[in-house]
Every structure is written in C-alpha cells, then in structure tokens.
C-alpha cells in the first residue's frame, strides 16, 4: 500500500531530478556564531517541541518505511526521534550537536557529537567517528528539522549517500520555517529564511540531484501536514493560516552502482562511478559517461580505461581553469577521455605538468611545448585535442628512449609538413599540421616503431592519393564523433523538456492535493481519518 493516507502529493519531485539548474546552497549564517556552542552550550537543552499534529503524521510517514530489523542513522538527533511506537530497530545511531539532548533519547542505540558544517568540500563531512561507521551500512538515514541549520548540504547528502546500503533510504522531513523562529533563527541559513515552503522542498530535491546525482533514485517529496495546518505564504496566510506546524518530507533511495563496467551498456556504469567524484560539474559527467562509454566498446584494452576514473579529477582541476569559449566542456571532456584511455597515462605530476603546458595554463618549456605550439598553429581546435592525447601520456614514464622520442618528434614536426606539402601543394597548412602530426604520432612518438631514418624513408614514398587518404579517414572519424555528440545533446534537450514539463505538472498536483484532500489527523484519535464532505 502506497503512504497515499500520509501525502497526497506522492510525486512532487517524481521523474528523474528536480532542478535543472544548479542552485548555489554554501549558505551564510551569523559570521559571530561559533556553531557548536550555540548547539552545544547555548542550546544544549533547548528542544524543539514539534505540535502533536506534525508528530503523528510524521510517525505514520517513518512507519511506511521503517520496519523491524534496519539500521538507522539519524543526522541532526536531539531528544526525540518521532519514530512509530513499537518499532524495533537493530541499530539506532544518533549524530547531533547536543549530546545532553541525545542523552535523553531513548530511541537511540548509540550517538556522538559531530558537526554538520565542517565538511570538506566535494566530498563530505569532515568527522573521522562518522567515517569509522563504514561505507553501506544504514538501511535508512533520517534527518529530521535539520536541513535548515546545513551550510553545505550537498556535502551531508554526499556522507548520507556514502553510509546507506544500496536500495537505502534517506528522508529529510522539515516544518514551515517560522515554527521554531524564536528559538533557532540564529542558526537558520538565510537561503532557508527567505525561501517559502514550496520552494524549500524543490531545494531540497536539488540537494539529493547535486550531492550524488543520479546516484538518489525515486526522489518524490510528501507534504504530510494535518489538515488544519496553515496552508498559505504570504499576507493572505499570515491573515488566515491557523498556528499549527505544517510537515514535509523530501526522500529518496540511494541506487546501486555498478563496482565493474558492463559491456553491453558501459556508459550507464561509469555514470555511476563518476556520482560521487568531486571536482566535475555534472555537465561533465553527462559528456563524458557518453564519451567513455563509447571509447570503452572499441578499445582492444578496455580494462586500462576503467582503472584510469579515478584520474579524473587531477584532469579536471586543470580543464576547469580553462576558458569554455576556447575550449569547450566538450573538448574538455574528449581530452579527458582520450587521456584515459592510453594504458600510460597515470595523471603523474609529470603528465599533468606536460598537460597544463600544453593547454598554456603553465610557461611552456622552450625545447618542447613552445615548438610544437608555433609550429601547429594552424591546426583546428578539436585536432590540437587529439593531439595533445597523443603526446601528454609520453611523459613521466622514466624512460629515456621515450624521453628521446619526444625530441625526435617535435624536431620531425617541420621537415615532415615540408614533405607532405611538396606532394599535396593544394593541401590547406591545417591539413598538412593534421597529417604531418598523426604520422609522426604513430610512429615516432612511441619507441621501437620506426627510426627516423625509416619513417623519413616511408614518408617520402607515400603518394599524394596516400596521404589524402590518411587525412580523410581522420576527418570521417572525427566527423562521426561530432555527429554522436549532436546526437547525445539533442537526447539531453528531450530530456531537460520532459524534466521542466514534469515539474510543472507535479506543482499543479501539488495545490490539486491540498484542495482535494481526503485524510486528516484527527487529535481525539491519534489517527489519519477521511474527511466527510459537506
């Protein structure tokens, strides 16, 4: 039975995500405040008195999901849970600021102190007790009249996601923010201050999306408020609304990802792998699943692309420095991919060196990077891409033949243009960059291919039609690559519309569901009952 008696607004965030734009959530709150005292001392046995009407509904929603038997984490635990009478939890780990209010929680098995703003960012909150609790460990994570104290949320969201089992849940149920004004405002973000209540819970969800992104899997959110709970923002609410507290609840379930890449559909799994990796946008973790994913189904040595994801991020704290009009999130990513998609490239400090010269991110060296810049100029922007793949994954292998490899080709870059130019006179000077730089990539920059002697040999008996031929099988590649990639784009804008379209509908449910209401908490009983119709 689905919790319609708790909520009839089942699928609020329903879809995918919610936003599509990413909010900007590191809120500020008072510069003076020194956090955990304030919780801790100041606080320490200030409660926080939700009204009867609130705590019922809110048992009946926990009740749905939590059974007997689970583990539990709790973030933001005080002196009361608000869990279902009855309910026998094997574990019950309580993590607050005030462990005076914790101790008075009976419902807790457990609990420390920790606080929720020191986080390091990307990557979660910054305790070493919340750590030593074990990855996948909590059927549920709860954090009741909390979110509105987090100045980084999506880094407590990215913890959450990291200690629940797959298929977990995580629930975030908040009241209206004026019920404990009086007592917290202090506290209180001032996102969370001047938002409404609607808009609270699309926040929220974009917290889920941004923390883990299509790590959270059926993210919905319930507006489970007694029936005679204020219902209205603005003047006319303050004017008509009762005192009584409304609830939310935001939730979602953490998805399973995959722990090896699958061969017939690799692009999902190294989304997943790439949920929780700090430092790429999400924009580059859709062009680049899409990119790896195909790059993974032609590589003879696939494997050494899979073991590689966990460069990215050393690639990506470079590319992000980089302007996007010069050089794309696209190019970006085809570089990234590329990268690793060579079984030498380790993102050795030596390889990341040699990419930031070449990008132009650091002085480049006179004998190297200097020369191959002045003499490709020519060379369109996605070509220099494929280009620098070729050479960043030479360096740093403490291999003097390859170290000598690298002279040869950046001295072998002028005499061979000069060759394919006598053959091809019409050739553009970007053509010829092109041709000249893939043959001497194939056989002069890795050592024991070919001599210079040799390769000087097979250059100068290539043919014209030889070399046209080269350059057009090239082009056809990247040609079909650009093709994939307007493809992959045109797929996202579907999307993005259905996302929108979608968000749009569950608003309409959302007031369609508070006018039509059908339950309501009836305090003589401590029950949800049906409302009669006049």
Known sequence: IEPKETSPITGLLAGNM????????????????????????????????????????????????????????????????????????SRHVG????????????????????????????????????????????????????????????????????????????????????????????????????????????????????????????????DISPEDAKKDDGILGALTNSDKMNMYVVQATKAFQDDTI????????????????????????????????????VLDDADSLASNLDSLPKVYESLVKMDQFAFTFSMQAQLATDLLSDPDFTANDEQITAMKMGLGLRTPSKDFWELVGQRTAAMDPEDKVNLLAHIIPRFGLDDAEQEA?????????????????????????????????????????????????????????????EVVELLAKRKNYKEKAMADLKTMQEEREVEEKRIEEAREKMMEQQQKARQERTMAFNANTGKMEEIKKK
């Open 18 to 89: 919610a936003p599509a734009e990413k909010v900007e959530t590191e809120e500020e709150v008072d510069n003076s405040l020194d956090i955990m005292k304030y919780w801790g001392e100041e606080k320490a046995t200030v409660k926080t008195e939700l009204d009867d009407g609130a705590i019922a509904t809110l048992k009946q929603h926990y009740e749905f999901y939590l059974k007997d038997g689970m583990t539990v984490l709790e973030f933001g635990a005080a002196e009361d849970s608000y869990l279902p009478e009855g309910l026998k939890l």
């Open 95 to 222: 993590v607050g600021a005030s462990q005076a209010l914790m101790n008075e929680n009976s419902a807790l098995s457990e609990s420390f102190v920790a606080n929720l703003n020191d986080v390091v960012a990307e990557r979660g909150v910054n305790s070493d007790e919340l750590k030593s609790l074990g990855a996948g460990q909590f059927d549920a994570v709860v954090m009741a009249n909390t979110i509105d104290f987090l100045t980084s949320p999506r880094e407590v969201f990215r913890s959450a996601w990291a200690l629940l089992k797959p298929g977990g849940i995580m629930m975030v149920p908040f009241t209206n923010r004026e019920a404990y004004k009086s007592k917290f405002e202090r506290a209180q973000t001032k996102m969370w201050r001047d938002m409404t209540d609607d808009q609270h819970m699309w926040i929220c969800g974009s917290f889920f999306q941004f923390s883990a992104s299509e790590g959270w899997e059926n993210l919905k959110g319930f």
């Open 262 to 297: 699958d061969p017939a559909n690799p692009e999902k799994s190294f989304s997943s792998r790439m949920w929780l990796m700090p430092t790429l946008e999400e924009r580059d973790k859709q062009l680049l699943s899409a990119r790896l994913g195909r790059t993974y189904q």
């Open 405 to 465: 490899a690298l002279q040869t080709f950046v001295a072998g870059l002028e005499p061979t243009f000069e060759l394919i130019k006598s053959k091809c006179p019409s050739m553009s000077n970007s053509d010829v960059q092109l041709a000249g730089t893939e043959l001497l990539a194939a056989e002069i920059l890795q050592p024991g291919r070919s001599s210079k002697k040799e390769f000087a040999t097979w250059v100068a008996a290539m043919t014209e039609d």
